[in-house]
C-alpha cells in the first residue's frame, strides 16, 4: 500500500471509488506486513520515562484512548469512533461516529460519555435510502464557540461525492448551513478545517497536478464562495501538502508535504494570518501524519510507523529541534587585579563553538497501531 494512501488520509481514495465504506474498509490497512498490534491499555507508553504534558485523544481500531500522565484510558467502545477535536471552551471533545453509510458529529466528555450529536446524517424515518444518508469528517468548532465547521459530503451527483467544507450553527441543521468550498469533481474533495480569528478558514484541498497526479494543496478562503472564487492556494501542487496545524501562537504551521514522492516530510512555515513563509523541513525520514502542537508549545506531536512498514506509532519532537535556543556567549578572562601581569594582557584565543546537541524525536508508544487518518487532540 503505498505512503500515498496514508496522506490523502484514505479519502481521496475512497471518492474515487464508490462511497466511504472504501475507507472504512481501507483505514485499518496500514502496512504491507501483519503486525499484531494491542490495545493502548494493555502495555504503558515505553518512552524511556517521557512523559507528555496535559492529555491527549487518540483513535484505534474504531474506539478512542486518551493519555495522559503516561497511562492510556479507552474513553469509547470499539464502535466506529474517531477523529476527536478538544473543544478547550466546553471542556469536551467533538468526535466523528461512522457507521457503515454515514457518519455523524457528537459531542463526548473528556472521559468518554456521549452527550448529544451535532448532526442528524442517518437515514429518515422509515427509509433506508442510503442516498439520503449523509457524511460528516473533521469537526472543529470556531472561535466563537457557536459554529460547527466539517468536511460534508455535499452536493454531491450519483458516484461522485466529493467533500466540501460547510459550517452551521450548533445546535443547528444543515438547512443552516453555509457552503464554503467548492471541491474538485473526482478527487475526493476537501479536507480539515481549520478556523481562523479573522473569520475564514484554512484547509486541504485535493486536486490534480499538472503531470495528473493527485495531490494536497493548503487553501485559504475568507468568505462563504460561490463557485469559481474560492480564496487562494497557499502551497503549490508540487509541493503536495496535507494536514495543517497551527501553532498556540498562531504564527507557525506544521504540515505533511510529500513533494509527489512516497515520502511525507514534516514542514514547518511561518503564519502571518494570510500567507506562508519559506519551508523548513524538519523530519526527513519517516513516514509523518498528523502532526499536532503541544499547549504548552513544548514541541510537536504526530504519528509515523515505528519501523518500515509497521503501524503507526505516537511521537513527540520536542522544541528543541526546530527552535533551538541560541547559543550560549564563549567567555573571555579578564585581567585579574594585582595579577602577575603587569601592562597589556595577550588577547584570549576563544574557545571553538560547541555544536549544539542533535535533539530526535521521541518514540512514546511502540506497539499501538493508532488511526493514521484521525487527527490527535491535545487538552492542556
Same mark, same amino acid.
Request: charged share 10%; proline share 13%; net charge positive.
Given at each position: ?51 507528555? =504534558? ?12 486518551? @493519555? ?5 484510558? +479507552?474513553?469509547?467502545? &470499539? ?13 469536551? @471533545? @467533538? ?19 456521549? /452527550?448529544?450529536?451535532?448532526? $442528524? ?25 457557536? *459554529? ?32 464554503? *468550498? ?12 481549520? !478556523?481562523? !480569528? ?5 484547509? *486541504? ?24 472564487? &474560492? ?7 508540487? &509541493? ?11 504564527? +507557525? ?6 513533494? &509527489? ?30 502532526? /499536532? ?7 510537536? $506531536?504526530?504519528?509515523? =510507523? ?6 503507526? +506509532? ?8 526546530? $527552535? =533551538? ?5 564563549? !567567555?573571555?578572562? /579578564? ?8 601592562? /597589556? ?10 555544536? $549544539? ?24
Amino acid at each position: 500500500m503505498i505512503a500515498r494512501f496514508f496522506l490523502a488520509l484514505g479519502l481521496c481514495v475512497l471518492m474515487l471509488v464508490s462511497s466511504v465504506t472504501t475507507y472504512v474498509y481501507l483505514g485499518g490497512r496500514q502496512s504491507k506486513v501483519a503486525v499484531r498490534t494491542e490495545k493502548p491499555t494493555v502495555a504503558a507508553p515505553r518512552a524511556k520515562a517521557f512523559t507528555l =504534558p496535559g492529555t491527549l485523544y487518540l483513535s484505534q481500531s474504531g474506539a478512542l484512548y486518551s @493519555l495522559s500522565i503516561g497511562r492510556f484510558h +479507552q474513553l469509547t467502545p &470499539e464502535d466506529g469512533w474517531t477523529q476527536p477535536y478538544w473543544n478547550a471552551s466546553g471542556n469536551n @471533545l @467533538l468526535a466523528v461516529r461512522r457507521t457503515p453509510f454515514y457518519s455523524d458529529v457528537y459531542i463526548i466528555g473528556r472521559f468518554g460519555q456521549v /452527550t448529544r450529536s451535532l448532526t $442528524a446524517n442517518g437515514p429518515p424515518p422509515r427509509s433506508n435510502d442510503t442516498t439520503l444518508m449523509h457524511w460528516s469528517f473533521y469537526p472543529r468548532l470556531g472561535p466563537d464557540n457557536n *459554529t460547527l465547521w466539517m468536511s460534508y459530503d455535499s452536493p454531491k451527483f450519483g458516484y461522485d461525492v466529493p467533500f466540501s467544507i460547510w459550517s452551521l450553527p450548533v445546535g443547528g441543521s444543515i438547512r443552516q448551513g453555509k457552503l464554503w *468550498t467548492n471541491a474538485n469533481d473526482y478527487t475526493g474533495g476537501d479536507m480539515q478545517p481549520i !478556523p481562523l !480569528p479573522t473569520g475564514g478558514i484554512m484547509y *486541504t484541498k485535493y486536486t490534480y497536478g499538472p503531470d495528473g497526479n493527485l495531490v494536497g494543496q493548503l487553501w485559504l478562503t475568507t468568505r462563504p464562495t460561490p463557485a469559481g472564487r &474560492e480564496g487562494k492556494p497557499l502551497t503549490s501542487t508540487g &509541493e503536495d501538502c496535507h494536514q495543517p496545524s497551527i501553532s498556540p501562537d498562531g504564527h +507557525q504551521v506544521a504540515m505533511i508535504c510529500t513533494y &509527489e514522492k512516497q515520502i511525507s516530510q514534516l514542514v514547518l512555515a511561518s503564519w502571518d494570518g494570510s500567507n506562508l513563509g519559506p519551508r523548513k523541513a524538519i523530519i526527513t525520514d519517516q513516514l509523518v501524519a498528523q502532526p /499536532t502542537w503541544a499547549p504548552d508549545s513544548s514541541g510537536i $506531536a504526530y504519528l509515523a =510507523p515505528g519501523a518500515n512498514d509497521s503501524p503507526f +506509532q505516537l511521537w513527540f519532537l520536542p522544541k528543541n529541534a526546530y $527552535a =533551538p535556543p541560541p547559543p550560549s556567549p564563549t !567567555p573571555v578572562p /579578564t585581567p585579574t587585579p594585582g595579577g602577575p601581569y603587569s601592562g /597589556t594582557l595577550p588577547t584570549p584565543t576563544p574557545a571553538p563553538p560547541v555544536a $549544539a546537541p542533535v535533539v530526535k524525536p521521541i518514540q512514546i508508544t511502540t506497539n499501538n497501531g493508532f488511526d493514521a487518518t484521525s487527527p490527535i487532540a491535545w487538552a492542556p
